[in-house]
């Protein structure tokens, strides 16, 4: 019997490459590749990128040298670039890096099986009309209680400083009945929780029975699939909350009480030049109203420090917005300019100031952070078990909040939806005992 090949995937950045990367092992699987967690020894290594975080491709390159030494030793070992950077570098990183057999942006990824035994160095970065979605093998059984699922793609928002809309093309939606179809399989093969994936999620107007539908119609029918208990979905912008969706989030229970929502800066100065069209007073007014429909959520949210043209004060309007909304979590990032996108023509803001205004900010979140799991010492909150604790009898999950919680529960099994009493915070979790 022939032994299978071996597949080192390397997922860098967001939740939408992690679904990606399933994907495409998925694909490679029907080519007789199984899975490895080490690029040394395996047959075929797929660095799949992502062009949000800084330096994005400084970080491919010096990765792709350190395979250097494996490729030397392996003639026959298949090295391919996935995803953003892919997509906006394409031949460039042949160019760069002759050790690299195959490129292919995050739209044409269904086509890895035939790139990999063409023989000669591929680059695929086209946009094609079919929907890969249904050239792509049937999902695979999960690997726990929990799956993402990617209902829409790309972005027509183009904020000044983002990369998306070049290299994941327009806003596309999926069919509704092409994902209910997904998700009842995922739940049939032991998945409780479904985290509905997108670039700009809350855009989602796929075909469904009757017209478009919402993403707010979309999460109502797959609510009532049995055996779907939770419903979460990433990422969203402020002015894609039609009034359906935030009156879901009062409406459903599977619709979890956390919420990600970028804002990026609380000044409408900086927000304009990012071209965000939405002001920090309308992204007040709609947490106001997303919170009068579920007054437990909790918000978390995107930030840039250092932005082209910020001042003092356009930063303290950022501050101030961050102390009105008290955010459970955040992201934030010291701007850095991405190729192609209109403010990398701008001159930044001077690096060790943006440092400074970046760990303020960090400072003021983590206190926020640390408050809202404070706050929930004592309550009873659902937790989803997804894996055994390192301690014995102990067993973790997340909670309703997607807080990472770690529960005494020797008799627990990855699976089990559990209600619990939490007893402890820490830095990056919750500690908790299980309700009998």
């Excluded at 860098?12 to 690029?39: F, I, K, P």
């Excluded at 290299?167 to 179809?181: K, N, Y």
């Excluded at 992204?283 to 009068?292: F, G, K, N, S």
Aim: aromatic share 6%; with cysteine; proline share 6%.
């Amino acid at each position: 019997m022939t032994e299978p090949r071996k597949l080192f995937i390397k997922t860098y950045g967001c939740q939408m490459n992690v679904y990606d990367s399933e994907r495409m092992a998925e694909a490679m699987g029907g080519e007789g590749y199984v899975l490895t967690d080490q690029a040394e020894g395996a047959d075929m290594v797929l660095l799949n990128t992502c062009h949000i975080r800084e330096k994005a491709s400084e970080k491919l390159y010096s990765d792709l040298g350190r395979l250097r030494p494996l490729k030397a030793a392996n003639p026959n070992l298949k090295i391919g670039v996935a995803g953003c950077v892919a997509q906006a570098e394409g031949d460039e990183i042949l160019r760069r890096m002759p050790l690299v057999d195959l490129v292919v942006g995050p739209q044409a990824y269904h086509r890895l099986p035939e790139m990999a035994w063409a023989g000669r160095q591929q680059v695929d970065t086209e946009f094609p009309v079919e929907d890969k979605f249904d050239l792509l093998p049937a999902r695979k059984a999960p690997r726990g209680p929990t799956a993402f699922l990617t209902v829409q793609e790309g972005c027509d928002k183009f904020c000044a400083f983002c990369v998306v809309p070049y290299t994941r093309g327009a806003e596309v939606s999926r069919p509704g009945a092409r994902i209910l179809d997904e998700a009842a399989k995922l739940v049939e093969r032991g998945v409780r929780e479904i985290t509905l994936l997108g670039q700009n999620v809350n855009a989602y107007h796929g075909a469904g029975e009757g017209g478009d539908w919402t993403l707010a119609r979309l999460i109502r029918a797959l609510a009532a699939i049995p055996g779907l208990e939770r419903l979460r979905y990433t990422t969203s912008h402020p002015n894609d909350m039609e009034d359906d969706l935030i009156a879901a989030h009062g409406d459903l229970p599977a619709l979890m009480p956390y919420l990600h929502l970028p804002v990026q800066s609380g000044s409408d100065r900086i927000l304009k030049a990012m071209n965000r069209k939405h002001t920090a007073e309308q992204y007040l007014r709609l947490v106001e109203r997303i919170r009068a429909a579920r007054p437990d959520i909790l918000l978390s949210s995107d930030f840039i420090v250092g932005f082209p043209g910020e001042t003092d004060r356009d930063f303290e309007d950022t501050m101030e917005l961050i102390r009105a909304v008290g955010f459970g979590s955040a992201f934030s990032f010291k701007y850095s300019a991405r190729p192609g996108t209109p403010a990398a023509e701008k001159p930044p803001v001077e690096e060790a100031l943006a440092d400074d205004r970046l760990q303020t900010l960090q400072a003021l979140i983590t206190a926020q952070q640390r408050a809202a799991q404070e706050a929930m010492v004592g309550r009873e909150v659902g937790v989803l078990y997804e894996k055994p604790g390192r301690l014995a009898g102990q067993m973790v999950g997340k909670s309703d909040h997607l807080h990472a919680v770690h529960v005494e529960d020797p008799q627990g099994r990855v699976g089990e939806l559990v209600r619990v009493r939490v007893s402890a915070s820490a830095s990056n979790s919750l500690a908790a005992v299980r309700i009998p």
